[in-house]
């Protein structure tokens, strides 16, 4: 297969696409990235490579990196982590209180932010450093060294977050969060933070297309069984209120962010990414599920 030259006949297909979407504007320094930016870059586990337009420019990938959480918390806590956030998608907006109240604090998932939030607050109790370690774990993951936090963005969320501090604070009513607010949101905000190029995401997101082997580091990240159950939360909670929509066009687990990021991944093949900042109104990249809709479909590589 070409890719590259498939990626060249996709993005020109998609030349008379009407993108109404909107870049982030609820973070200001979201709203500041330029909204024709476009990339994306594929990679197999055999070891392929292919990219194209602006894979190799760095974007916030934001709640794309709820998955690295995830992944890092259910091996320190097995199934246990489940008594605390659930794995059924929501139904509703990334951000949504609405279910929280009748939920007794318990976030459907762990991909909407309320469920991300707890499984911070999880990882917080097992690591001594925060921060440091869990970015430590992200550039084993990517393989990468220079992965880092961006301050700008932590600030800039920080200063307009007040739909997440309400989320803590009625999961802390429920007693669903053990430390202190101020330093979970601190460690969930950084990890918003993170900044990846697609070149760079497509491989970090490659150990679960591998069984939760790791061919960039070679080191075994989750087991078999692990990896299996996050692409499945992955498959129905990833795209929050337009899971099942992107199940539909796309097939395959994956995870959007709002830095217009999207990661998808296809067991046993291939982790691709994609970047196009503006937004549909559920919060997930416009041209990213187009590309990557006529994706599956040239390349016959749904899951189902
Ligand atoms: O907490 C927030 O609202 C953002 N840092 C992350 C939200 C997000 O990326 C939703 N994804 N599409």
Known sequence: MEYQALFLKINNSLKGFQDSGQVANYIP??????ANKFGVHLTTID???AGFGD?????????IA??????????FED??????????????????????????????????????????????????????????????VSGNSAISYCERIVTSEKSCGYRN????????TFGNIKNKIDDVMD?????????????????TFLFLANDGFCPVSNKVILSPSKSKRINSVMQSCGFYDEAGEFSFKVGLPGKSGVGGGIVAVHPGKYSIAVWSPKLNKKGNS???????????????????
């Open 29 to 34: 320094e979201l709203a500041k990235v330029d």
């Open 286 to 304: 416009n041209k990213g599920i187009a590309f990557l809709e006529r994706f599956t479909t040239e390349t016959d590589t749904s899951i189902f």
């Open 79 to 140: 199934e246990i982590l489940f008594k605390r956030v659930g794995v059924e998608p929501s139904g509703t907006p990334f951000n949504s209180l609405y279910l929280l109240e009748t939920d007794q604090g318990i976030p459907r998932n762990p991909l909407i932010n309320a469920g991300a939030i707890v499984v911070c607050d999880v990882l917080m109790s097992h690591l001594k450093n925060p921060k440091a370690d869990f970015l430590k774990f992200v550039q084993t």
């Open 165 to 172: 501090m309400a989320l803590v604070n009625l999961m802390k």
């Open 47 to 49: 070891h392929k490579q």
């Open 187 to 203: 460690f969930y905000f950084n990890l918003c933070s993170i900044q990846m190029t697609c070149n760079e995401l497509s491989k």
């Open 66 to 75: 709820k998955v690295l959480a995830l992944t890092l918390a259910y091996t």
């Open 55 to 63: 894979d190799n420019e760095k974007f916030s990938i934001q709640s």
